[in-house]
Each structure stands twice: as structure tokens, then as C-alpha cells.
């Protein structure tokens, strides 16, 4: 079983709709990245969470560290959202190492 | 500001050979992550370094090596290539000390072993 599991493995949305992409992390962690890659391979850091709740634009992150969760949000999507989305779970072990999530592929029809 | 670079951007090698690759960070970043991509597993962690100190590392095999020079770049190296080790090898630079801190990307080099 992954440290990091994430869902759904594949979305596909309609132009505007309102986005959720889940991460459920079963070690202890001291923060969640939400990374965006494109086709091409490109990868962009989106949020760092340690607790509560971030919003960047349209994208909002949270995390609940109680229930080892965090949900990435897109509001109002557009076709330009079409990309992978990966959550890494930052261990705290004797040396930090981040366990990454499987990745979602977000497809956002016009 | 100039991004992450890394190079080469492709690389194509046969089984048995080794190779370094190169990563340059954003200039005053001081942490450089390495990663590896592949169909199969996904993003794993290679290593990080930090003020020429490699800090942390992923579970991989001795054959991945790595160092960090005294202006922040990078290279890694993979000694005796296998066909697994095919894979996008991706670098990231931070401020401080890599995973505490937003991380910013290279491109990539792809590598791929015959």
C-alpha cells in the first residue's frame, strides 16, 4: 500500500465546473505539497500545507492533519487546468523525504 | 530571473554505460532536489543537497550518486545504466533546505537506456 494515495486517477470536466482532487496520506507528515505538471513534463509547485487552508487564484488547498487528508479545489475550470496533479507528503523521519501521491490527470472540456 | 535548467534535456544510453547529468539552480537557491519519473513508479525522491551536503536521501541503489558544487549546481551521476533506469529526471531548487520550502522545477532530462 502507498504512504500517499490519491483520487480520483483520472477527472475529466466540463469548462466551469467545480473541481475536487483528493489526498489521504497514512504516515505522519510535517507538510503537503500539491504539484502541477503539464504535458511536456513540467512541474509547478502550487501549494505548501502544514495546516488549514490556502487559496491561490482560482486553486484553494486544505488539509486536515487529524484525518490525514487534503483536498485540492478548482474553482470556475478552464481548459488551460488540463494537467496531472500530484500531492507529496513531506515524512518527518531522521532526514526529511517527500512520498509522492500517484497523480491525477485533469482533462477540462470547453 | 532565469528558471531551474538542467541538461542534457535528452539522453540516450546503452545498458552497462554510466552518466551525469546537470542541474543549475535559480540563482541564491542553495538546495537542489534530484527526482525520478517513470510510467511505473511515478515521482520518487533521489536526493537533496544543501550548502555542498547531500541532506537527505530516497531508497536507490548505490549506482545513483550525486553532488553539489560550491555556486549551488548539481549533477547526478548513474553508474552501470540498467533499462529500468529509463526515466525523466527532474531537479528542483529552493531557498533554504529543499522540502520545507516552495520548490521550483527544471525541465527535465529524459533519459532513456537501451
Known amino acids: 500500500k502507498n504512504e500517499v494515495e490519491q483520487s480520483p486517477q483520472n477527472l475529466t470536466a466540463q469548462e466551469g465546473e467545480f473541481i475536487t482532487i483528493n489526498c489521504s496520506y497514512s504516515v505522519g507528515i510535517s507538510a503537503l505539497h500539491w504539484l502541477q505538471q503539464h504535458p511536456g513534463g513540467g512541474i509547478v509547485s502550487l501549494f505548501m500545507?502544514?495546516?488549514g487552508k490556502k487559496k491561490h487564484g482560482r486553486l484553494i488547498a486544505t488539509i486536515n492533519i487529524q484525518e490525514k487528508h487534503s483536498s485540492l479545489h478548482i474553482t470556475a475550470s478552464h481548459p488551460r487546468d488540463s494537467a496531472v496533479y500530484i500531492c507529496a507528503a513531506l515524512r518527518k523521519l531522521a532526514g526529511n523525504q517527500f512520498y509522492f501521491g500517484t497523480g491525477t490527470s485533469l482533462t477540462v472540456i470547453p | 530571473k532565469a528558471g531551474v535548467t538542467q541538461t542534457p534535456r535528452y539522453l540516450i544510453k546503452t545498458r552497462g554505460q554510466q552518466v551525469t547529468l546537470s542541474c543549475s539552480p535559480i540563482?541564491?537557491?542553495?538546495?537542489v532536489s534530484w527526482y525520478q519519473q517513470t510510467p511505473g513508479q511515478g515521482l520518487q525522491f533521489l536526493f537533496e543537497y544543501f550548502s555542498e551536503t547531500q541532506r537527505n536521501k530516497g531508497n536507490f541503489p548505490g549506482r545513483f550518486s550525486g553532488r553539489q558544487f560550491s555556486n549551488s549546481r548539481s549533477e547526478m551521476n548513474v553508474s552501470t545504466l540498467e533499462l529500468g533506469d529509463s526515466a525523466l529526471y527532474l531537479c528542483a531548487s529552493s531557498w533554504g533546505q529543499g522540502n520545507y520550502n516552495e520548490q521550483f522545477f527544471g525541465p527535465g532530462t529524459r533519459l532513456t537506456v537501451l
Open positions: 500545507l502544514s495546516s
Open positions: 540563482s541564491g537557491h542553495r538546495s
